[in-house]
């Protein structure tokens, strides 16, 4: 209450002062206001308030335009008064162009708080600073890939249109991405998305070949040049490999036991036994010459 | 009895190693040991879940259903066999033996809400045994069967799921459990299925495909024969095997390898729960779709159940293997009918296509798409309207399923492939745990006439195809057809027509005409709707009146309308260019494999071979056999220890348009077509864009100044040197290509976020666009080759207007570091590797060659050839040894000793100007 009492109070000072902001510098922004409660507009008006204007939605698609600040950050939408909803208030990017669509704004008479966790889909790490966008809502990923996002539109007793909504998220170096509640409703006011993997953005090169079994020579300085030999259990040599710039060596090869040797002139490694129990596994077995 | 041990927890599971309804048995509820009355409570509690789940199903699915069909509002049955398992080992089945019937006994209970409820169902029986006889056989293990009313612990009334089957309820009896149906007609299906399910011997098949497929093709059989079900409505018996039992006319379009497995319910799925709004997974329609199938076969050989029943009863350790199951069904069917085929097939090639009967399990992300028309209820511009319903789910080394969401954008194309926009609600699928729908209307685009549309449906990198006859069907103002479909692959001359003919019988319904590769009529005669084998020809005739027969197919219809694509994607082989020459090579699939697992399908031993697919989602290879279900379209490193010429059964396209999905991403893809296709012979669709050409989605064409969907170049892999350890080439390195050639793999990247389509056309080889000229080639190009003891490396190089110092995607492609082999690159001034380095127009420059891979004291030959523009001065400088290189007249041709494994040589270039 005292924080809808504080928005009343700003906007009720902002329209005494004419607007607010230098002549000149307002735009305008537009959207849509949905109801999550149905999946469609309002049957009667809601009104949207910028920081120096009040708009309404239009009964037959929920759509507005409503004068706001250059660089505008923010819009408050309240549902028809007569459904009792909560005020919601949506934030965004600073908004410069003249004319700004700030997209589908869902409200509803039920607040939830969005959470997941955004992941690079290969290595599983979390992306730091991803942006997620869902329901008019939007957020960044913390340094662990977890996001939370309030404030977004759910209603208890219909929830067909949440879980039909669409979030978007986007990361540097990562394909952008979306994704669906999946089918999560609210447990404690927390709808968890869960994981969704974002694909990077991968080098103008083809991928190099496939391997099974791999490893870096360390020290790099003295890699370059070492022959990295794959033996079978009875000793037969199997692969040979020498070992180029990048430090790096690694053979494609059926499932068994291995013995890898390494050898650079009078440098070598110790040997490394290693077995692979099928051919979809992947071993990693570095070497360090002395 | 001995003393009781504490009740071990149960374990509800579908699969188990050792029971003789192992692998299909729906439930299974392993036991340490126990009392009876704990025991009948777990298995209340297995079932319990295992019915809610198809009671939410059956609702949702109902209601989704109706669309097409309003009346078709009957429930779902699905029986189930449970098997109690004790420390592992399966309960034997109660009863006395071979020979004898069936004595049933029923719980009073059931006439406590309806009357007469249990004579009733024993009347069902009498009435129907004779006939269950003669179709499965006499029950193998006769004695008592109680039938008992749980209907209390079943609970959901409106799903009716029909009931389950214990071939030992823990004290040695037997026992069919069922809910006290609401409607006595569905009760009297579900005794008969769980019935079926009773005379089945004990070990029984080993799969769903063979144990759900027979047991429902039976129950429909015996269910639609009026004189042994006379007390049932056969109205809402045919409503009730449309739900749960029969795919009816649509079986070509939902015949799906993604069906395939050795259970049809994952293990992991049986006791989740059903997010509101979606299917909950591709079981249902597996189970109608193995109905379907075995249906097929009992149209020609209706004692083919039976027979194979007596079959596993004489030879029970065939009931587990899958090829023994096969070769016991093949020599079944020539018992009956010695070179008996199906549909025209010999048996072991028609099983291999019908992919639900593939009892293989292959993991991977896997697609299936259900088509069906709508036909009640149209109105305005309605013309073509069909449901569109996609479930996408990932099968686990395990057997689990993962039920997938994501996004789909479906394209529809017409006959020309040109891009068809229904609406925007159908432009886009979204998929929450596994399912998305979209029902496009295609509208009235020839006058009323019918036409063909091809619907591309792809989602991630697996993609299905479906061609639906466009007002063929049902129209508003049109009686619904019975007999309709399309035609692929056909080429239909100015001044022909098409016709089609079929003959079931000895009647028969010629000159049905064909409008742009589509057909539709009503020929509503009992005869026709009937089950039974059709032949359908498609004829071609001339302006005079005279027929060519195109193509003939027989079909083993169900009872009521037909729906076929004929033509498309016909039974033949695909191999690769050089076969599986022994080392590493990158191949590609030319043809839809009718195997859904690459081994299978190349005919090798799993072990005898290794396999890879790039996912670029995970940025790294899926080594076989996480590779997946096969399709056509993809491309695969595959590495063999000597030479192979596999020889693939695979549906093969040649005379129409194919598309291959693309991820976000590098793609290992093929051209799927068994014919060439020139870059100008492929589209490339993005989201619901309009279509470009390759050229112009992979930035090659300078008219187009969209942002490229496409990488520049697609990449091919040239095979190394051959090893000195294995004597085969373990490496090598990427090439570009101008052409995607059948059998071929080529690397594709997708800058597309939301993915892509690469259509390839059906221009066959030697047509428009063959010799397309190299993409990249703009201006003056030079081209630099490296030759070494059977090797060899090219990059090219050059300047052109618009290109700059810096990577211009237009122009430039960078190239890997070649693994194990002998490369060439030019190094940009950025310092990349490139396979293309242009530079501005405008001036002369050096372009630094980096040659690789090299072995000390062998001898190379580096020339230099300008390969467009006017010949200009070069000189090249060994940057080692400082020695400079004049130009021949068209030439630079440079011999040289290794030193290392590497070299430089500095190219200047002058006088382009």
């Known amino acids: 209450m005292i924080r809808n009492l504080f928005a009343i109070l700003l906007i009720l000072t902002l329209l005494a002062c004419g607007g607010g902001g230098p002549p000149g510098a307002s735009i305008t922004l537009t959207g849509r206001v949905l109801n999550v409660d149905t999946g469609a507009p309002f049957s009667t008006s809601a009104t949207v308030q910028s920081s120096v204007a009040t708009g309404t939605t239009a009964v037959v698609d929920g759509s507005f335009t409503v004068s706001a600040a250059k660089s505008s950050t923010g819009l408050t939408v309240l549902a028809p008064a007569s459904l009792g909803y909560p005020i919601f208030d949506f934030v965004f990017p600073a908004q410069t162009q003249a004319i700004s669509d700030v997209g589908d704004l869902w409200v509803g008479p039920q607040k939830v708080t969005l959470k997941g966790v955004i992941r690079n889909a290969s290595n599983s790490a979390g992306i730091a600073g991803a942006k997620i966008a869902f329901a008019g809502q939007n957020g960044t990923s913390a340094s662990d890939g977890t996001f939370s996002i309030p404030n977004v539109a759910y209603s208890n007793a219909n929830t067909g249109s949440f879980l039909g909504l669409v979030g978007q998220v986007s990361a540097t170096n990562f394909f952008s991405n979306e994704f669906t509640p999946n089918g999560n409703t609210a447990v404690s006011g927390v709808v968890d998305v869960g994981e969704v993997l974002m694909t990077p953005l991968d080098s103008d090169n083809p991928p190099g070949l496939p391997y099974n079994i791999w490893g870096i020579i360390s020290p790099s300085a003295s890699a370059n040049g070492t022959i990295v030999t794959l033996k079978d259990s009875g000793g037969t040599v199997v692969r040979r490999f020498t070992v180029g710039s990048d430090a790096r060596y690694q053979f494609w090869v059926d499932a068994a036991s291995y013995r890898i040797e390494f050898q650079n002139g009078s440098l070598s490694a110790p040997v490394q036994n290693v077995t692979l129990s099928s051919s979809s596994d992947v071993i990693r077995a570095d070497a360090t010459l002395n | ?913």
């Open chain 2, 1 to 913: 009895m001995k003393a009781m041990r504490p009740l071990v927890a149960a374990l509800v599971a579908l699969i188990g190693a050792t029971s003789a309804f192992s692998q299909s048995s729906l439930i299974k509820l392993d036991l340490g040991s126990t009392t009876r009355e704990p025991l009948l409570s777990q298995a209340d509690a297995a079932f319990t879940k295992y019915v809610k789940k198809y009671a939410e199903l059956t609702s949702l699915n109902r209601a989704t259903r109706a669309k097409a069909n309003p009346k078709n509002t009957q429930p779902y049955i699905v029986p189930a066999v449970l098997r109690f398992t004790q420390n592992g080992k399966p309960l034997p089945t109660g009863g006395r033996g071979r020979g004898g019937g069936l004595t049933l006994v029923f719980d009073p209970t059931f006439n406590a809400v309806d009357t007469g409820r249990t004579a009733f169902m024993q009347k069902v029986y009498d009435d129907a045994v004779a006939t269950m006889d003669s179709m499965f056989g006499a029950p193998a293990i006769s004695g008592t069967v109680n039938v008992v009313n749980y209907d209390a612990t079943i609970g959901d009334r409106q799903a009716i799921v029909g009931g389950y089957y214990l071939p030992n309820n823990g004290s040695g009896g037997r026992e069919i459990r069922l809910p006290l149906n609401t409607s006595r007609d569905v009760a009297a299906v579900a005794l008969i299925h769980c019935l079926l399910l009773a005379y089945l011997p004990d070990p029984a098949y080993g799969y769903d495909a063979y144990l759900e497929g027979l047991v429902r093709a039976t129950t429909m059989r015996v269910c639609r024969i009026p004189a042994a079900v006379p007390t049932l409505d056969q109205v809402v018996v045919a409503n009730i095997l449309a739900n749960g039992y029969d795919v009816g006319a649509d079986y070509d379009w939902l015949n799906q390898k993604s069906l395939g497995g050795p259970s049809f319910i994952a293990p992991n799925l049986l006791s989740a729960p059903i997010t509101s709004g979606n299917l909950g997974g591709p079981y249902l329609i597996r189970f109608r779709m193995a109905g379907s199938a075995w249906a097929k076969v009992l149209v020609e050989y209706p004692t083919f159940a039976k027979d194979l029943n007596a079959a596993i009863l004489a030879n029970p350790a065939a009931a587990t293997n899958a090829a023994q199951l096969e070769n016991l069904a093949i020599s079944t069917l020539n018992s009956i009918s010695p070179g008996g085929t199906i549909e025209g097939l010999p048996f072991a090639s028609w099983i291999k296509e019908q992919g639900i009967l593939q009892t293989k399990l292959t993991q991977g992300t896997k697609l299936h798409t259900t088509i069906f028309p709508f036909v009640d209820g149209l109105s305005g511009t309605d013309f073509g309207v069909f449901g569109v319903e996609i479930t996408w789910f990932e099968t686990a080394a395990n057997g689990n399923e993962t039920l997938l969401s994501g996004t789909s954008y479906p394209v529809f194309w017409d006959k020309d492939y040109n891009r068809i926009l229904a609406s925007a609600q159908s432009e886009r699928i979204d998929i929450a745990s596994s399912y998305g729908s979209v029902a496009p209307n295609f509208a009235d685009e020839n006058a009323g006439k019918a036409y063909r549309v091809a619907i591309d449906v792809p989602v991630q990198d697996r993609i299905s195809r479906h061609y639906v006859p466009a007002g063929a069907i049902a129209t508003p103002s049109t009686a619904t057809s019975d007999f309709y479909g399309t035609i692929v692959g056909v080429n239909q001359p100015a001044g022909t027509n098409l016709f089609v003919n079929i003959s079931y019988g000895s009647e028969s319904v010629n000159d049905i005409p064909v409008s742009r590769f589509a057909f539709g009529t009503r020929i509503a005669t009992s005869s026709y709707l009937a089950a039974r084998q059709v032949t359908i020809q498609v004829v071609r005739k001339d302006l005079g009146g005279n027929p060519t027969s195109i193509l003939t197919r027989k079909v083993n219809k169900s009872i009521g309308s037909l729906g076929v694509t004929l033509g498309a994607a016909p039974t033949g082989t695909i191999g690769f260019p050089n076969g599986l020459p022994g080392g590493l090579t990158m191949v590609g699939l030319s043809g839809d494999p009718l195997m859904s697992d690459l081994s299978d399908a190349l005919g090798i031993s799993s072990s005898a071979f290794l396999a890879a697919k790039y996912n670029p989602s995970k940025a790294k290879y899926d080594l076989f056999p996480v590779t997946g279900l096969v399709s056509g379209g993809q491309g695969y490193f595959v590495r063999t220890g000597s030479l192979f010429n596999p020889n693939i059964a695979a549906r093969v396209e040649t005379g129409t348009s194919i598309g291959v999905a693309l991820r976000p991403g590098w793609n290992l893809i093929s051209n799927p077509l068994g014919t060439q296709c020139a870059f100008s012979d492929v589209q490339v669709v993005r989201a619901t864009d309009f279509p470009r050409t390759y050229l112009a989605a992979s930035g090659n064409d300078t008219s187009d100044t969209t942002a490229p969907i496409l990488g520049k170049t697609a990449f091919q892999f040239v095979p190394g040197a051959s090893d000195g350890v294995t004597g085969l080439p373990e490496g090598g390195s990427f090439a570009a290509s101008t052409v995607f050639a059948p059998g071929i793999g080529y690397f594709v990247r997708c800058l597309a976020p939301e993915g892509a389509v690469m259509l390839f056309g059906s221009q066959p080889s030697g047509g428009r666009g063959k010799n397309a000229p190299l993409a990249a080639i703009q201006q003056s190009t030079f081209r630099a080759s490296l030759f070494g003891k059977g090797e060899q490396s090219s990059v090219f190089f050059g300047m052109a207007s618009g290109a700059t110092t810096g990577f211009d995607a237009k122009w430039d492609s960078n190239l890997p570091p070649a693994i194990g082999g002998m490369q060439i690159s030019a190094i940009s001034p950025l310092n990349d590797k490139r396979y293309l380095e242009y530079r501005p127009y405008s001036a002369d420059a050096t372009y630094r060659m980096n040659l690789d891979g090299l072995v000390k004291g062998r001898t190379y030959t580096f020339v230099i050839d300008q390969i467009q523009g006017r010949w200009v001065t070069a000189i090249a400088k060994n940057v080692a040894t400082g020695q400079t290189y004049s130009t021949g007249a068209t030439r630079l041709t440079i011999a040289f000793v290794a030193t290392g494994t590497s070299a430089n040589f500095d190219v200047t270039v002058r006088g382009v100007r």
